[in-house]
Antibody, heavy 120, light 107 residues
Framework: QVQLVESGGGVVQPGRSLRLSCAAS????????MHWVRQAPGKGLEWVAV????????YYADSVKGRFTISRDNSKDTLNLQMDSLRAEDTAVYYC?????????????WGQGTLVTVSS | DIQMTQSPSSLSASVGDRVTITCRAS??????LAWFQQKPGKAPKYLIY???SLQSGVPSKFRGSGSGTDFNLTISSLQSEDFATYYC?????????FGGGTRVEIK
């Protein structure tokens, strides 16, 4: 069955960096676009970034552009999110999600998330 | 960027009721709209695409409608498992954007 398992979350000071990873299994990872979506505590969903199935295109939310970098390793079925210059407002649960096969822009399957807390 | 506004932000309903949630886009998105359900402490679940098409395995009690800028999600015969927060999402263009969510609570 499809599984997405995020890791790398934790407590980090403002201005520092953190790298999240998402291990995928149960589907042909290299055929799907992948997303990161976050949710601040008690708040709604905020889309963060997407990467095309082959890594050829990447898009970011304005709030993270220039600070976050999405990447993937199709040989290891892994999605990454490098987060630099972290701010308190980046505190959230970060979900890795698979884009649909037909509609890649809809995250059709989500991991359980990893919590990132930015605090001094 | 396309802004998505949901209303109400929360509603109370009883088991067996029918409820309707509204989602409005800041510009015409045709039918490039999806709906998600999220229960506390869980990841969101994908319900509807293209404004009105049910994702595989989603019961027909969920009905999406609308096009352009105004959309609705109607849930018929509410059951305990339907009490959750619902989000709309536009996929007309990047950056993708979600509505603020509608929490459906038990009256």
């Amino acid at each position: 069955q499809v599984q997405l398992v995020e890791s790398g979350g934790g407590v980090v000071q403002p201005g520092r960096s953190l790298r999240l990873s998402c291990a995928a299994s149960g589907f042909t990872f290299s055929s799907y676009g992948m997303h990161w979506v976050r949710q601040a505590p008690g708040k709604g969903l905020e889309w963060v970034a997407v990467i095309w199935y082959d890594g050829s295109y990447k898009y970011y939310a304005d709030s993270v552009k220039g600070r976050f970098t999405i990447s993937r390793d199709n040989s290891k079925d892994t999605l990454n999110l490098q987060m630099d210059s972290l701010r308190a407002e980046d505190t959230a649960v970060y979900y890795c999600a698979r884009g649909g096969m037909v509609i890649a822009a809809i995250p059709d399957f989500w991991g359980q998330g990893t919590l990132v807390t930015v605090s001094s | 960027d396309i802004q998505m506004t949901q209303s109400p932000s929360s509603l109370s309903a009883s088991v067996g009721d029918r409820v309707t949630i509204t989602c409005r886009a800041s510009q015409d998105i045709s039918n490039y709209l999806a709906w998600f359900q999220q229960k506390p402490g869980k990841a969101p679940k994908y319900l509807i695409y293209a404004a009105s098409s049910l994702q595989s395995g989603v019961p027909s009690k969920f009905r999406g409608s609308g096009s352009g800028t105004d959309f609705n999600l109607t849930i018929s015969s509410l059951q305990s498992e339907d009490f959750a927060t619902y989000y709309c999402q536009q996929y007309k263009s990047y950056p993708l954007t979600f509505g603020g969510g509608t929490r459906v609570e038990i009256k």
